[in-house]
């Protein structure tokens, strides 16, 4: 994908003039955000059990901490009008994806994945980007804006943009860096989900992120390993806790490259499915689904029976070396 585009100053601004707007300083990699927990809507009738996040060698990965975070930026109101702002920074950091085996990222905001953000339709989304992460990178959004705000124009490192676009329409999106090669800056960790609700809002339910990625540790454009929310085999030791007889609303990105396509079952059950989130009705009912690179999909159930239960691609190998987790189902007074 090439970028055949010239920088243009002005859609660049440097660390100063960010300060001297007041959209920098101490807060550019984690001012302003919201962090949403069902645990604390007082209008939600949705019980969440209690977290158990261990913490991880390296601070860039913790996949439990992601599961139920979503970043609603800070709001404010220009013009009659919701301004939803975000702020993120690339930085570059090391990870472990086995006892024997470290890789180098980049990430967003010191996380891998990103982090997932969240508006509504019709708001105004800002995106403040800050490059301190050696190479030139961008962000670009899936959905629909105008051209200069697309994400392909490179920002170098120690520059700063802004993009600035209608959230629309409503549906399970993503983000990730379009700077070549594009598959190595995804692969190596600029990528994060971006969910857009519809003006109805869906029904309350316990909600799950989940993003699928792969990692080539040899530069052989093949992956050695895979993972659920950026660590290899995490979730089989530490399973997402769920409760029985309650609406799971999971929200479930591919963003493996190098592989074309991949599935997601889960086991002992059936879910709705509601592709890339862009309907309030489910268009079928499945136990396994195919997602192509960047699909994306909201899939809901409720599991009958407490214990536990796994969720992986069905091409073992692929869930064999990391992407593989489950679910432990527990009484709702237990």
Known sequence: MPNNFVLEKEKLWSRRRLLQMGLAGAGLTGAGLLWHSLNVQGKSKVKVPPLEIKATAQEAANPMKMVREFDYGTVKQENGRTIREFRLTAHTSVIGLSNAVSFNIWDLNGRIPGPTLRAKQGDRIRVLFYNQAGHSHSLHFHGVHPADMDGVRPVRHGSATIYEFDAEPYGVHLYHCHIEPVTRHIAKGLYGMFIIDPPTERPRADEI???????????????????????????????????????????????????????????????????????????????????????????????????????????????ENGCMGSFEVIGKNA
Do not use: C
Request: hydrophobic share 40%; no cysteine.
């Open 209 to 319: 992120v989940l993003v699928m990625a792969g990692y080539d540790v040899n530069d052989d454009n093949r992956n050695e390993y895979y993972a659920f929310n950026g660590l290899p085999h995490y979730f089989m030791d530490s399973p997402i806790r769920i409760y029985q007889n309650q609406l799971i609303r999971l929200y479930v990105l591919n963003i493996i490259e190098f592989d074309p396509a991949v599935t997601f079952h889960l086991h002992a059950n059936f879910f709705d499915v509601y592709r890339f989130g862009m309907s309030l009705t489910p268009s079928e009912k499945t136990d396994v689904i195919t997602m192509g690179i960047a699909e994306r999909h909201i899939l809901e159930f409720s599991f009958r029976y407490p214990g536990n239960y796994m969720f992986h691609p069905h091409q073992d190998w692929i869930a």
